[in-house]
């Protein structure tokens, strides 16, 4: 497993790169407040979207998923408000 620097300085997140996936380049998830990073590869290059109140559950599924992509089209883009992260 993968991470980034900004969740590296967090002792209570996780992350995971995956550049198999044509949607999904990372993402990275805050177990205390519940918030979800994720950054998604889009025609104009990638761009990062920050979500919050994301159950564990959600997250450890969505990080031992086969389909990155898959997962977040069909689970949390569905379900949660993405907002662009500045």
Known sequence: MTTNAHIDRMPDADSFESP???LVARA?????????????KLKGG?????TTGVPKTMWE???DSQSKGGFFNRYIRTMYLL???E
Do not use: A, M, N, W
């Not at 990275?28 to 950054?39: A, C, H, P, T």
């Not at 990638?46 to 920050?50: A, R, V």
């Open 28 to 40: 990275s998830y805050d177990y205390g407040s519940q918030v979800l990073e994720i950054v998604l």
């Open 46 to 50: 990638e761009k990062t979207f920050l």
């Open 83 to 85: 907002h662009p992260k």
């Open 61 to 63: 599924e969505f990080r």
């Open 20 to 22: 198999e996936s044509e």
